[in-house]
């Protein structure tokens, strides 16, 4: 018993240690388990998990709502945080995941996460140009099922793109989204964790450098200074050039458009947000050509939610295009294929563009040791070391304009690991057995890597449905290498990373490229010819999904107007991803944070107008 100061202080100490110890043994048992529960775990083939326990075909009333909001990801996020700020406007976001848990705040287990109940588990269709290395041709095509949605499962790299991505986008048709027009979006979301001139500082979404700090760094950027290519603040003034990676990170936590935007307004009473409720269409007024509302199921029931004033499809670029599809919006002969009544005929699933990746790997005198589990949890509960850090990545550079003045390639540094470190941890593998046995030869104690991507590749693919059931997955063609002057690209961007082998930088540390992909060893060893077939067996979609509903005036090459909204159907918006309507020069989720900020004011603006 603490019965005096002294005693007290003692009693303090001992409790908080003991809580500390609860902790640290409460989080590395979900690790262990997490991981051996990815390890071995198997993805669903469709939908049908939601539809069980459904006795009756009878459907439910949920309630009468103002905006209906389907997806919680990183814009529907922040649309729901946002227009529930109106106390009178009541909102219901539906999200077909589950809860956020724990594991998912710990960015190195990002992986694990991918193998996970919290990713949908699509592959992609057949592949005739690529996806060579994988079982069936088929790459593997994540995206989030969880409160926040992608943003949940990413490798949480922060890129704005470049300001002529924006610029461009205006020029296509869509007034008000040139980079001047939102660029006070980008700096309401960020809350920027280091000196910028550029960067927001008390927006929702916390943006920092990668911790903690490794030598290769140094290594990486001196190498590329070498090459002409200097250190630069790439969401500054300048994207062009070599920094640190500045990651959606706070005190060492993953910060997802749920703990952004979501948790913190949890108790606002007029948001209903709704998890494990999978829609399954837009409910529109076949005569006025009006959405009135939303069917979903949930736990074994059929329910219609109405709304008052619209439904944003928020449920990103591979989903949202399924779900209209099924509510008779797309494209008309696939509609009537599937004997689906038609609404609207858009070029909905159309236009389906990503970027392109290879992964280059080294052998080098450079070592990092082993850090024990306990340890890494040990700084991880301070916010420091290693599982502070999405899928190690340190350090990235982009390069070579393009005729519009944006980058065309990518470099992302990732360092080696060590040996048994759990980001190291094989996963059940989509490769093929030849190349399986390739990769375990890769040593993470002193192995690093160069991913390599093409930021504007030429190829397009499509999202289409398999049938006029929602227990059916959307069928992805990622249409990879469809046109060969991506592969031209690839190639010579790879050839540009190898050559920094020659720098001073890189020869200190004794880097060689490793790439022994077997289906290619009938070609000399590192020649075009071998580079080509490897790139056609490794190269894979970064699952950077953009374009399926796009942004625009012509109601033959886009799906919704500047204002979001489906041509030709009232009341009814998409905002995600799937509206960009060019690919942007950096990582996705960024902007489809600002989408969701834009089109917030762009919403409250139009109903203060209507009152007005």
């Not at 301070?382 to 190690?392: Q, Y």
């Not at 992302?412 to 490769?431: D, E, F, K, M, Q």
Request: proline share 5%; hydrophobic share 35%; with cysteine.
């Amino acid at each position: 018993m603490c019965v005096n100061v002294q005693s007290f202080v003692v009693c303090l100490l001992v409790s908080t240690n003991s809580a500390n110890e609860f902790r640290q043994n409460y989080l590395e048992k979900i690790i262990l388990d997490k991981v051996n529960e990815a390890i071995s775990y198997d993805f669903p083939q469709d939908n049908f998990e939601y539809f069980r326990g459904i006795e009756k075909s009878s459907v439910d009333e949920y309630g009468t709502f103002d905006f209906i909001i389907v997806g919680s990801g990183s814009t529907g996020s922040v649309l729901a945080r946002r227009l529930s700020f109106i106390k009178s406007w009541r909102i219901l976001l539906l999200e077909a995941g589950e809860q956020y848990d724990a594991f998912i705040d710990i960015p190195s287990m990002y992986s694990f996460s991918l193998r996970s109940k919290h990713n949908w588990g699509y592959n992609t269709t057949f592949q005739k140009y690529g996806c060579k290395g994988m079982v069936n041709n088929q790459c593997s095509y994540p995206r989030g099922k969880i409160l926040g949605g992608s943003s949940s499962i990413n490798g949480l790299i922060y890129t704005r793109g470049n300001p002529q991505d924006y610029d461009n986008w205006e020029k296509l048709g869509n007034p008000g989204w040139s980079y001047k027009n939102v660029e006070s979006y980008f700096r309401k979301l960020e809350n920027t964790q280091f000196p910028s001139k550029k960067l927001g500082r008390s927006g929702p979404l916390y943006v920092n450098y990668s911790v903690p700090y490794v030598s290769m760094q140094d290594t990486f950027s001196e190498a590329f200074s070498e090459k002409g290519i200097f250190e630069t603040e790439y969401n500054g003034e300048k994207q062009f050039g070599t920094s640190k990676i500045q990651s959606n990170i706070k005190r060492g936590k993953r910060v997802s458009g749920y703990n952004a935007y979501i948790k913190p307004i949890s108790q606002r009473t007029n948001l209903n947000v709704s998890t494990e409720a999978f829609v399954i269409k837009i409910l529109i007024d076949d005569s006025t050509k009006k959405a009135y509302g939303v069917r979903f199921v949930k736990k074994g029931r059929i329910f219609d939610a109405t709304s008052v004033k619209e439904v944003i499809l928020s449920a990103g670029a591979i989903n949202s295009p399924q779900i209209l599809m099924l509510s008779g919006i797309g494209p008309e002969h696939l509609l009537n294929e599937y004997n689906i009544p038609l609404v609207k005929d858009l070029p909905v699933g159309d236009n389906l563009l990503d970027q392109i990746a290879y992964n280059i790997h080294f052998s080098s005198n450079y070592t990092q040791n082993t850090i024990p589990l306990s340890k890494q949890v040990e700084d991880f509960l301070r916010g420091e070391g290693l599982f502070t850090a999405p899928f190690n990545g340190k350090s990235l550079s982009f390069v070579k304009p393009d005729d519009l003045g944006r980058p065309t390639v990518e470099y992302v540094l990732l360092p080696p690991t060590g040996r048994n470190h759990y980001t190291s941890r094989p996963l059940a593998s989509p490769y093929i057995p030849s190349i399986n046995e390739e990769m375990s030869k890769i040593d993470p104690k002193n192995f690093f890597s160069i991913t390599t991507i093409i930021l504007h590749p030429k190829s397009k693919g499509k999202v289409t449905i398999r049938s006029n059931k929602a227990q059916d997955f959307p069928e992805i063609d990622s249409n990879i290498f469809s046109n060969e002057e991506d592969l031209e690209t690839l190639y010579e961007a790879i050839q540009f990373a190898i050559s920094i082998t020659e720098t001073g930088a890189f020869k200190k540390i004794n880097a060689s490229v490793y790439s022994p992909i077997p289906p290619c060893f009938e070609h000399i060893l590192y020649s075009k010819q071998y580079w080509y077939c490897a790139i056609r067996y490794m190269a894979l979609p970064t699952y950077h999904s953009m374009g399926t509903t796009s942004m625009g005036m012509d109601e033959k090459t886009s799906v919704v107007n500047h204002e979001l909204k489906i041509h030709g159907i009232k009341n009814l918006r998409v905002a995600d991803c799937g509206v960009i309507p060019a690919t942007i020069s950096g990582h996705t989720n960024g902007p489809a944070f600002m989408i969701g900020e834009k089109l917030s004011s762009i919403i409250k603006e139009e109903y203060k107008a209507k009152r007005a």
